[in-house]
């Protein structure tokens, strides 16, 4: 399995588009992935968001349900 098994390409999208998606669905409908370093996560992060560092990834993918979409930031 490679990352693209993972993430469907979609257009960038705006906070507030990303406010809406989240506040339609069930935090267990969708994977909300932290990709920053850990320092940074503790300083802020959206609630309930998963923390895999961005060079962590490839090793890590098997922790997201590829069945969801992905919300990555």
């Known amino acids: ?13 705006k906070v507030q588009k990303v406010r809406d998606f989240l506040e339609d669905k069930k935090p267990e ?25 961005v060079g962590e990834l490839p090793d890590r993918l098997r922790e997201l349900d590829p069945k969801k979409p992905t919300i990555t930031y």
């Not at 399995?1 to 999208?13: A, I, Q, T």
């Not at 996560?41 to 998963?50: D, F, I, T």
């Open 1 to 13: 399995m490679s990352v693209l098994d993972y993430f469907r390409r979609v257009s960038e999208w």
């Open 29 to 53: 409908d969708y994977n909300l992935l932290d990709v920053r370093q850990p320092d940074e996560y503790e300083q802020s992060h959206l609630p309930g968001a998963k923390l895999i560092p």
